[in-house]
Structures are given as C-alpha cells and as structure tokens.
C-alpha cells in the first residue's frame, strides 16, 4: 500500500518508469485503488497517461456496473 501522502509521488514514479524502463513483451499491469476509493478518479487519470500499460487491476470490484464504469473511464 502507498500512503496517502505518498500517492501523486508513486504516479509520476510509476510514469517515469514506465516511460524510461523497455519491458520487452512482458506484460505490464498496474494496480489502482479500489473504483470507491477517494483516489479512485486520480489513478485512471494516472492509467490514461502512461506511456505504455496492457491491463489494470481494479480490486474489490463486485459488480459487472463497476467493471463497466472503470472501462469507460480507460
């Protein structure tokens, strides 16, 4: 877990890594906060503005509505 402190660092790591680091045909996933968290809206804005990201994991999804409103958000 990142502390909440710690959040808009962890994203512009994230981006600077994955702008800079060739991951070849490895797949790369990132991990965001639950859809009902306060930082939510903030990690896929983070998601959308990666320079290169195959899936997202979304934890504590419980229904299909979720799913759907994350994906079109992506």
């Known amino acids: 877990a990142t502390h909440p402190e710690k959040k808009d660092i962890a994203r512009k790591n994230l981006h600077k890594a994955l702008s800079t680091i060739n991951f070849g045909k490895k797949e790369v996933i990132v ?5 009902h968290s306060p930082y ?11 320079p290169q990201i195959v899936t997202v994991c979304i934890p504590k999804v419980q229904t299909a509505e979720e799913v759907n409103e994350a994906a079109s958000l992506l």
């Open 31 to 35: 991990r965001i906060n639950a859809i």
């Open 40 to 50: 939510f809206t903030d990690d896929i804005a983070a998601v959308n503005a990666l």
